[in-house]
């Protein structure tokens, strides 16, 4: 059954309609691509998954229950988590700091960062956790804000795993990242994907997504034009004309 339920999603904005018609029905464990060209509304489905806009028609149900009125809280307490285009850690924050503060916000704590735990307490603990698990533990008192693309990403994900998020919607995560730090990071997506999240990824990088993809959505126009097996999307032709059909903005 499906953990994520988007069904006739539609947004207008000035009356212009950015996203038109979307229905989409992801099972629990399931790795799912978001592909298609710049603008093609990728970026606004999560938006409207997340609870930064309210759909202008249509329905987001997660684990079964009707969430499209609710905010971005209530959906992160509900399991959902998302990385954003541009990194969302404090970056004057240590690595261990930014995961803790997630810790403690799942717990109800107090946000105050006057009352972080002390080193070696059960937050601290889990946070170290969090960060053995994506990789990072070498740069737990590294302030956020100077690591590298790679390493913020995992610390991204890492603020996701304490925050318990059971759905996890990953907007490019492979931009600006190294190319020798890419191969790492498609590990910690696998391996949070295999311990039994649910992923959603818009990604840009085609073997990234084929090698990662349990079933490729592939958006064009604001509408869903397919979502499918790897195999079956690339040998799509409407697909392919979708991405021909933009110069510049095929696949990468
Ligand atoms: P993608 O992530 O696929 O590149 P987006 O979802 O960011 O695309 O954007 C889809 C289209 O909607 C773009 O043309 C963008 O300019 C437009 N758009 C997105 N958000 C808004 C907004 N809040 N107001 C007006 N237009 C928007
Ligand atoms: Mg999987
Ligand atoms: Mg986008």
Known sequence: DAVLEVAGLGLTI??????????LQVARGELVGVIGPNGAGKTT???LISGVHRPTSGTVRLNGRDVTATSIA????????RTFQTSSLFPRLTVAENVRLATQ????GSLSVLSFPRRGDAASREAAEHL????????????????SHGDKRKVEIA?????ESSVVLLDEPMAGVATGDVAGLVEVIRSINRTGRTVL????????VLGLADRVAVMHHGELLTCDTPEKVMADETVQSAYLGEAGAGVS
């Open 159 to 163: 603020v996701l795993l304490a925050m």
């Open 74 to 81: 209530a959906r992160a307490r509900a399991g959902l988590g």
């Open 14 to 23: 000035g009356g212009a309609k950015i996203l038109q018609g979307v229905s």
């Open 45 to 47: 489905l999560f938006n």
């Open 105 to 108: 916000r799942r717990l109800g």
């Open 132 to 147: 053995a698990t994506v990789g990072v533990s070498h740069r737990a008192d590294v302030a956020a804000g100077d690591l």
């Open 201 to 208: 990824m818009v990604e840009h990088h085609m073997d990234v």
